[in-house]
């Protein structure tokens, strides 16, 4: 019996996604957890794998198609076929690059809480495997097969810690390339990222309506670029968390000269252990600690029902820049993870979205965000807080300054901050308490080192 494949819900509102490739054809014969299609959502664009294994029978979409959830997307041609080896390269097809399985984790890092240790079982389990495509994807970088991990999580789901632990437990080749476990992605048309699908929309307006603009023309040349799906959004999302958040901002700076000499005394060493060690996996570790005691900084806002939803996890977003536009990936517990773990998962998160491989459990979720542009310059900037949530926190270039310490001037490296919150969450002291909390880990890097 024919089986259809639709739009998943992309949860945090989002409804829509705009087609950038298909990368099957009809009649492939594609594996369960194959690479299908790539979409833009209203955050960033990812990479949909196939739910399950069969031939292809219909494709009903095309790039630069908007389609809402619940579309359909792909039809099977029938629910007993099992998927057989990949389809062969074609002539256009572009080859994918097998990724290096990262490096295992560091000896005296903290071991992540699991309700049962996950072992590899003898024989494969039948049926679907109940994990989420990041896990899938971290599933393929390391090697391993998910039928034979049992899952710890809710229902026997599997976790990315099951993955890590049989990557562990089970030392064997390295990670199969994507090549050999899916057929060859189809050529994409020239030209279908960017070609618009159907007039440009007018972007949704939130409040006042603003007044015509004027005919440029008659004062000279001028050109019309339409919006992308993600940056019309981004500018959607910038509005109504501008409009309906009442934005405060408390400006302070870090002395991280000492910081900054840790970084550069354990470069080497962190790289040896699979790491690139930055100021920003400081920042995340900082403010993660620093939400533990200040939790209404973790929270949404429901104004409808008058009351702030806390958040008990702490998944930290970061703001990375792309041709594409300012997309925000999620690191999630990050309170409960070593450093070195933090600078791991950050590094190879903000590749998979330079690369546009970034899976949609990498970008939702997240509870406070992070923009870090000091590799860019400029003294200071004042960030719009990333709705739902209810406070951003913005960093600039680090300078020598000289700072008067023991009666002597003497140079130290100072740390722009500025923390952008909802005045309808916290008041301007509640801001300057949470900022110093920062401020004090920042500056006593030892509490947030652990074993490097």
């Known amino acids: 019996m024919p089986r259809q494949f639709t739009l998943p819900d992309l949860g945090e509102g989002l409804t829509e996604a705009e087609i950038v490739a298909v990368l099957v054809r009809e009649g492939d014969l594609v594996r369960e957890d194959a690479p299908l299609l790539e979409v833009e959502t209203d955050k960033a664009q990812v990479e949909i794998p196939s739910p399950i294994g069969g031939r292809v029978e219909k494709i009903h979409v095309t790039p630069g198609q908007t389609v809402k959830v619940?579309?359909?997307?792909?039809?099977?041609?029938?629910?007993?076929?099992?998927?057989?080896?990949?389809?062969?390269?074609?002539?256009?097809?572009?080859?994918?690059?097998?990724?290096?399985?990262?490096?295992?984790?560091?000896?005296g890092a903290a071991p992540r809480p699991s309700p049962a240790a996950p072992v590899a079982d003898a024989a494969p389990a039948a049926g679907p495997v109940p994990a989420t495509p990041a896990t899938r994807r971290l599933a393929r970088e390391l090697g391993v097969d998910l039928r034979r991990v049992r899952g710890t999580g809710p229902g026997g789901r599997l976790l990315d810690t099951d993955v890590q632990a049989a990557a562990r437990a089970a030392p064997g080749p390295a990670a199969p390339s994507r090549a050999?476990?899916?057929?060859?992605?189809?050529?994409?048309?020239?030209?279908?990222?960017?070609?618009?699908?159907?007039?440009?929309?007018?972007?949704?307006?939130?409040?006042?309506?603003?007044?015509?603009?004027?005919?440029?023309e008659q004062w000279g040349p001028v050109e019309r670029v339409p919006l992308s799906h993600?940056?019309?959004?981004?500018?959607?999302?910038?509005?109504?968390?501008?409009?309906?958040?009442?934005?405060?901002?408390?400006?302070?700076r870090a002395d991280i000269t000492d910081l900054d000499a840790i970084i550069t005394r354990n470069l080497e060493?962190?790289?040896?252990?699979?790491?690139?060690?930055?100021?920003?996996a400081f920042l995340l570790r900082a403010?993660?600690?620093?939400?533990?005691?200040?939790?209404?900084?973790?929270?949404?806002?429901?104004?409808?029902?008058g009351e702030l939803i806390v958040k008990r996890y702490r998944h930290l977003g970061v703001a990375v820049a792309t041709p594409r536009g300012l997309i925000v990936p999620v690191l999630r517990d990050v309170d409960t993870k070593p450093l070195l773990d933090i600078a791991r998962e950050l590094g190879a998160l903000a590749q998979r979205v330079r690369d546009g491989h970034a899976s949609l459990e990498d970008l939702r979720g997240g509870t406070f965000t992070i923009t870090n542009i000091g590799a860019l310059g400029g003294t200071g900037a004042i960030p719009i807080i990333n709705y739902p949530e209810v406070a951003i926190l913005g960093v600039s270039r680090a300078r020598l300054e000289p700072v008067v310490r023991g009666g002597q001037i003497v140079p130290r490296l100072l740390l722009p901050l500025t923390l952008t919150f909802d005045h309808r969450v916290a008041d301007g002291a509640d801001g300057a308490r949470f900022a110093s909390e920062i401020v004090s880990l920042l500056e006593a890097p030892e509490r947030l080192v652990g074993d490097i």
């Open 230 to 252: 993600l940056r019309r959004t981004i500018a959607e999302r910038m509005t109504l968390s501008a409009t309906v958040v009442p934005h405060v901002t408390h400006f302070d």
């Open 269 to 280: 060493r962190a790289r040896e252990r699979g790491a690139t060690l930055t100021l920003t």
């Open 180 to 216: 050999s476990t899916a057929a060859e992605p189809a050529a994409r048309p020239a030209g279908a990222r960017e070609a618009p699908a159907g007039p440009a929309k007018p972007l949704a307006t939130v409040g006042l309506e603003p007044p015509p603009l004027p005919r440029f």
């Open 287 to 305: 403010a993660a600690l620093a939400l533990r005691a200040h939790p209404h900084f973790n929270a949404s806002l429901d104004p409808a029902a």
């Open 70 to 107: 619940g579309a359909v997307l792909v039809t099977f041609a029938d629910s007993g076929a099992a998927a057989g080896p990949a389809a062969p390269p074609r002539a256009a097809a572009p080859q994918v690059a097998e990724r290096p399985a990262p490096p295992p984790a560091p000896a």
